[in-house]
Antibody, heavy 122, light 108 residues
């Protein structure tokens, strides 16, 4: 069964940094683009970033561009999100998700991890 | 940027009811529209992809329709486990994505 397991969340002060990881198993990791989605307390879902299967390209929402970087190690089946210059508004549950291309190339996030909580507060 | 809206923001229904949730895009996204279900404290779950295709393992009481800018998620014969929050998501601008604000389905 496909499994995604996030780790690395915690409490960090504004302006600080945190690195999230996502360990993937039971699928050919390098064949799939991966994504991070976050959810602030009591709020909806927000796409954060995506990375192609080979890791050659990354994409970010305007809200995190220039502060977050995303990478993957296909030899270890792991995904990472490096978060710098953190702000209170980055407080959220962060989910990693697998992106699958369905019929005629329509993408969707078909497997999700359980999430890791990031709290940015002094 | 493509903006997504959903209506209603919340609704109450009873077991056995049929409910419809609407999602609208700010510009045409053809059929690049997905629906997710999220229960409290849990990760979202993919229900419908490409506007109308049922994800494997999802009960057939869930169905999706629409194209262009207007889409619907219909749940027939509501079951107790269906009470959750539902989100639409556009993937037309992949690899950038936008979710709708969500619709909370509550028990009447």
């Amino acid at each position: 069964e496909v499994t995604l397991l996030e780790s690395g969340g915690g409490l960090v002060q504004p302006g600080g940094s945190l690195r999230l990881s996502c360990a993937a198993s039971e699928f050919s990791f390098s064949d799939f683009a991966m994504t991070w989605v976050r959810q602030a307390p009591g709020r909806g879902l927000e796409w954060v970033s995506s990375i192609t299967g080979r890791g050659g390209s990354t994409y970010f929402s305007d809200s995190v561009k220039g502060r977050f970087t995303m990478s993957r190690d296909n030899s270890k089946n792991t995904l990472s999100l490096q978060m710098n210059s953190l702000r209170a508004e980055d407080t959220a549950v962060y989910y990693c998700a697998r992106q699958t291309l369905f019929a005629w190339g329509a993408p969707a996030f078909d497997f999700w991890g359980q999430g890791t909580v990031v709290t940015v507060s002094s | 940027d493509i903006q997504m809206t959903q209506s209603p923001s919340s609704l109450s229904a009873s077991v056995g009811d049929r409910v419809t949730i609407t999602c609208r895009a700010s510009q045409s996204i053809t059929a690049y529209l997905n629906w997710y279900q999220q229960k409290p404290g849990k990760a979202p779950k993919l229900l419908i992809y490409a506007a109308s295709s049922l994800q494997s393992g999802v009960p057939s009481r869930f169905s999706g329709s629409g194209s262009g800018t207007d889409f619907t998620l219909t749940i027939s014969n509501l079951q107790p486990e269906d009470f959750a929050t539902y989100y639409c998501q556009q993937s037309h601008s992949s690899p950038m994505y936008t979710f709708g604000p969500g619709t909370k389905l509550e028990i009447k």
